[in-house]
């Protein structure tokens, strides 16, 4: 596979480059199955997910609280703020002795083009496993971004080494 003029990787049947994703960006619901796990524990299971789509970064999934095992996380006094989507809190997994802060985020009250979003979480898959259609994702590069790459997105992705002026 080759890399197009200005680094943009073309994508093959069934796939989606980051390049074409919108910006603003863009939210949409998700046809597959999306999971997070730790250590074989489910944590998250659902058909109902949305998803975030921007130029240049893989997919952010949002789950409905409903399908997430809220008693493993406890929502942190956290904040950041995105241009788009408005303001986000964070929480922290405790599972057993495990404890991993900021592994989940949410925005409790959306900006209006992202009202959808409203009691869902997105999760980075750093030390969690999540799966989109049975397909186990691997963490956007960089732990800035919370995406989540599997074999139908092409990048270059933002957070790839190189990229933060982007």
């Given at each position: 596979?080759?890399?197009?003029?200005?680094?943009?990787?073309?994508?093959?049947?069934?796939?989606?480059?980051?390049?074409?994703?919108?910006?603003?960006?863009?939210?949409?619901?998700?046809?597959e199955?999306?999971?997070?796990?730790?250590?074989?524990?489910?944590?998250?299971?659902?058909?109902?997910?949305?998803r975030?789509?921007?130029t240049?970064?893989?997919?952010?999934?949002?789950?409905?609280?409903?399908?997430?095992?809220?008693?493993?996380?406890?929502?942190?006094?956290?904040?950041?703020?995105?241009?788009?989507?408005?303001?986000?809190?964070?929480?922290?997994?405790?599972?057993?002795?495990?404890?991993?802060?900021?592994?989940?985020?949410?925005?409790?009250?959306?900006?209006?083009?992202?009202?959808?979003?409203?009691?869902?979480?997105?999760?980075?898959?750093?030390?969690?496993?999540?799966?989109v259609?049975?397909?186990?994702?691997?963490?956007?590069?960089?732990?800035?971004?919370g995406?989540?790459v599997?074999?139908?997105v092409?990048?270059?992705?933002?957070?790839?080494?190189?990229?933060m002026?982007?």
């Amino acid at each position: 596979m080759g890399i197009e003029k200005g680094g943009r990787i073309p994508p093959g049947p069934g796939q989606e480059s980051v390049w074409d994703y919108p910006r603003p960006p863009r939210l949409e619901p998700v046809p597959e199955r999306i999971r997070v796990e730790l250590a074989g524990v489910v944590l998250a299971d659902t058909t109902r997910a949305l998803r975030v789509l921007e130029t240049s970064h893989p997919p952010v999934y949002y789950l409905p609280r409903a399908d997430v095992r809220m008693d493993h996380f406890e929502e942190t006094a956290d904040r950041s703020f995105c241009e788009w989507k408005g303001s986000a809190s964070y929480f922290t997994l405790r599972h057993g002795a495990l404890v991993v802060p900021k592994v989940a985020w949410s925005y409790p009250a959306p900006a209006p083009a992202f009202a959808a979003l409203a009691g869902h979480l997105a999760f980075y898959l750093d030390p969690l496993v999540g799966s989109v259609g049975g397909e186990r994702a691997r963490a956007q590069p960089g732990r800035f971004y919370g995406g989540w790459v599997t074999s139908k997105v092409v990048g270059p992705f933002k957070g790839e080494p190189g990229t933060m002026g982007w």
